[in-house]
Nanobody
């Protein structure tokens, strides 16, 4: 089992940048594929980005491709999401999620961190 804690959310103007971090407990972080999801008010939670156990493979939602970058540091048990050129439609609660490398469903979730993009 892994416990996940997000940090780094906040308010920013359109065009600005933020970096979200996810800290994971335990000694098996490198066996978890990781991802970021977000949920805007009144909308369903949606996929943002994911990264493989080694960090060698990443995937992005079309809406954030070219603006967001996901990364991980297995030695530090951390994952990050660098967000640039932020838009008001990026406003949401962002969640860090993890799944064992041999499963397809994200079973472990953080508590979420709010990102607000507004002028």
């Amino acid at each position: 089992q892994v416990l996940l804690t997000e940090s780094g959310g906040g308010s920013v103007q359109p065009g600005g940048s933020l970096r979200l971090s996810c800290a994971a407990s335990g000694r098996t972080f490198s066996t978890y594929a990781m991802g970021w999801f977000r949920q805007a008010p009144g909308k369903e939670r949606e996929f943002v980005a994911s990264i493989s156990t080694s960090g060698g493979s990443t995937s992005y939602a079309d809406s954030v491709k070219g603006r967001f970058t996901i990364s991980r540091d297995n030695a530090k048990n951390t994952m990050s999401l660098q967000m640039t050129s932020l838009k008001p439609e990026d406003t949401a609660v962002y969640y860090c999620a993890g799944r064992k490398y041999y499963t397809s469903q994200f079973d472990y979730w953080g508590q979420g961190t709010q990102v607000t993009v507004s002028s």
